[in-house]
C-alpha cells in the first residue's frame, strides 16, 4: 500500500491549504471588524463623560455683569448686589428715581476703593464706564449618573457644579451646591454626538444647563 505524502500536522497538501485559506480568511474577517467599529460606537459612561467634559457650551465660563450707577431697588437688591455690599466691593446711596426706572427707591452704587481693586484685577477693561463683564465660574463635571437609550437617541444624566474662576467668583458661587442636568445624545455614521437642538424632553446642552436641578 502506497504511502500517502503529507505535511504540516500529518494532513494532506490540500488539506494544508485549506486550512491556511481558513486562518487567512478568519484574520480578514477580524482585521475589518477592527475597523468598522471604533469606541463612539458604543455609548458608555465613560464616552459621555469625555463628550460632555469636551463640550463648547459645557466648557463655557459664566458671566457677571456687574453694573454701577442708577439703577432701581429691584436690581439692587438682587442676591447678588447684597453679597457684593456685605463683602465691601460697593457702596450706595439712594436717590429719586428717574422717571423711566421703577420700583423705588432709587440707588446710586459705586464701586468701593477694594471694589475697584478687586473688580480691576478680574476685568480690566469695563464695557464702559459704569459696566463690567467678569468670568467668574466655569462648570466641573462630576459624573454621569444615567444613561437611557432608545434606538439611534439617548438621554444621559449627569452631575456637575461650578468651580471659580476668581475671587468675585467665590463669593457668588458655592463649591459645595451640585446639579443635575439631562443632555440628549444622537448616533450618526461616526459615533454618538451630543445633539445640536432638539424639542424636549431630550435637550441640547445650553438648555441642559440652564434647566439644572439643585441637588440637596
Given at each position: 500500500?502506497?504511502?500517502?505524502?503529507?505535511?504540516?500536522?500529518?494532513?494532506?497538501?490540500?488539506?494544508?491549504?485549506?486550512?491556511?485559506l481558513?486562518?487567512?480568511?478568519?484574520?480578514?474577517?477580524?482585521?475589518?471588524?477592527?475597523?468598522?467599529?471604533?469606541?463612539?460606537?458604543?455609548?458608555?459612561?465613560?464616552?459621555?463623560?469625555?463628550?460632555?467634559?469636551?463640550?463648547?457650551?459645557?466648557?463655557?465660563?459664566?458671566?457677571?455683569i456687574?453694573?454701577?450707577?442708577?439703577?432701581?431697588?429691584?436690581?439692587?437688591?438682587?442676591?447678588?448686589?447684597?453679597?457684593?455690599?456685605?463683602?465691601?466691593?460697593?457702596?450706595?446711596?439712594?436717590?429719586?428715581?428717574?422717571?423711566?426706572?421703577t420700583?423705588?427707591?432709587?440707588w446710586?452704587?459705586?464701586?468701593?476703593?477694594?471694589?475697584?481693586?478687586?473688580?480691576?484685577?478680574?476685568?480690566?477693561?469695563p464695557?464702559?464706564?459704569k459696566?463690567?463683564?467678569?468670568?467668574?465660574?466655569?462648570?466641573?463635571?462630576?459624573?454621569?449618573?444615567?444613561?437611557s437609550k432608545?434606538g439611534?437617541?439617548a438621554?444621559?444624566?449627569?452631575?456637575?457644579?461650578?468651580?471659580p474662576?476668581?475671587?468675585?467668583?467665590?463669593?457668588?458661587?458655592?463649591?459645595?451646591?451640585?446639579?443635575?442636568?439631562?443632555?440628549?445624545?444622537?448616533?450618526?455614521?461616526?459615533?454618538?454626538?451630543?445633539?445640536?437642538?432638539?424639542?424636549?424632553?431630550?435637550?441640547?446642552?445650553?438648555?441642559?444647563?440652564?434647566?439644572?436641578?439643585?441637588?440637596?
Amino acid at each position: 500500500m502506497e504511502i500517502l505524502k503529507t505535511h504540516m500536522w500529518g494532513q494532506p497538501p490540500s488539506a494544508v491549504r485549506r486550512a491556511k485559506l481558513g486562518f487567512f480568511t478568519l484574520a480578514m474577517i477580524y482585521a475589518f471588524s477592527l475597523t468598522a467599529c471604533s469606541p463612539r460606537d458604543y455609548l458608555t459612561r465613560r464616552l459621555a463623560t469625555d463628550l460632555i467634559a469636551a463640550s463648547e457650551t459645557f466648557n463655557t465660563p459664566q458671566q457677571f455683569i456687574l453694573r454701577t450707577g442708577v439703577m432701581s431697588n429691584k436690581d439692587y437688591a438682587s442676591p447678588e448686589y447684597v453679597i457684593l455690599l456685605h463683602k465691601g466691593w460697593i457702596s450706595a446711596t439712594t436717590i429719586t428715581c428717574p422717571k423711566d426706572l421703577t420700583p423705588a427707591p432709587c440707588w446710586d452704587v459705586l464701586l468701593t476703593a477694594s471694589g475697584v481693586d478687586t473688580v480691576h484685577a478680574v476685568a480690566p477693561a469695563p464695557d464702559d464706564d459704569k459696566t463690567f463683564t467678569i468670568p467668574v465660574a466655569k462648570r466641573q463635571l462630576i459624573s454621569v449618573t444615567g444613561i437611557s437609550k432608545q434606538g439611534g437617541s439617548a438621554v444621559v444624566e449627569f452631575t456637575w457644579k461650578w468651580a471659580p474662576l476668581n475671587e468675585v467668583g467665590a463669593a457668588l458661587y458655592a463649591t459645595d451646591q451640585r446639579f443635575r442636568s439631562s443632555v440628549g445624545f444622537r448616533q450618526y455614521d461616526d459615533g454618538w454626538r451630543i445633539v445640536p437642538g432638539i424639542p424636549r424632553p431630550v435637550q441640547p446642552m445650553g438648555d441642559a444647563l440652564e434647566n439644572a436641578e439643585p441637588m440637596s
